[in-house]
């Protein structure tokens, strides 16, 4: 008896992995894939107001002017959530003469600086832009601005 019933479980255990199996395909060939878009980098120096504050820089605070020499870099980014997540890498490169001080990100978008050496005194970071996965659902947009500050 404890062979049959063991057979019988592994009949209705192999049915069931295929009947998910089945329906997983099923529901993954019907989602849309994740969008990306990120937008050229745009440029805004001294005496224009900083768009964000800037962790570990205390001269540079959202809304006050941009101190002389200081540069933020920023990108737009829309993430549209498919049936798989996906994120966005980036390199955010500082204008000539200028380098890496620090970075952030606005709205729905986080940013992660790739780069394992990212001191000050690089010219470019890779970034990558993300979003939370519990606030963003599939179907729904991310979208923010991922900064870099420079001087």
């Given at each position: 008896?404890?062979?049959?019933?063991?057979?019988?479980?592994?009949?209705?255990?192999?049915?069931?992995?295929?009947?998910?199996?089945?329906?997983?395909?099923?529901?993954?060939?019907?989602?849309a894939?994740?969008?990306?878009a990120?937008?050229?980098r745009?440029?805004?120096?001294?005496?224009?107001?900083?768009?964000?504050?800037?962790?570990?820089?205390?001269?540079v605070?959202?809304?006050?002017?941009?101190?002389?020499?200081?540069?933020?870099?920023?990108?737009?980014?829309?993430?549209?959530?498919g049936?798989?997540?996906?994120?966005?890498?980036?390199?955010?490169?500082?204008?000539?003469g200028?380098?890496?001080?620090?970075?952030?990100?606005?709205?729905?978008?986080?940013?992660?600086?790739l780069?394992r050496?990212?001191?000050?005194?690089?010219?470019?970071?890779?970034?990558?832009?993300?979003?939370?996965t519990?606030?963003i659902g599939?179907?729904?947009?991310?979208?923010?601005k991922?900064?870099?500050?420079?001087?």
């Amino acid at each position: 008896m404890p062979r049959t019933r063991s057979r019988r479980a592994l009949a209705l255990a192999c049915a069931g992995a295929l009947s998910f199996g089945l329906s997983a395909t099923a529901f993954a060939a019907g989602t849309a894939d994740t969008t990306i878009a990120v937008s050229p980098r745009v440029e805004i120096a001294a005496p224009d107001v900083s768009p964000a504050d800037f962790p570990g820089v205390a001269k540079v605070r959202r809304g006050e002017r941009l101190p002389r020499l200081w540069v933020v870099v920023s990108r737009d980014v829309r993430i549209k959530r498919g049936g798989e997540t996906a994120f966005a890498a980036m390199r955010m490169t500082c204008p000539k003469g200028k380098t890496w001080r620090s970075g952030t990100s606005s709205e729905d978008v986080i940013a992660s600086v790739l780069d394992r050496n990212a001191q000050s005194g690089k010219r470019s970071v890779l970034v990558m832009a993300s979003f939370s996965t519990n606030e963003i659902g599939q179907g729904e947009t991310a979208t923010g601005k991922v900064f870099a500050l420079c001087r």
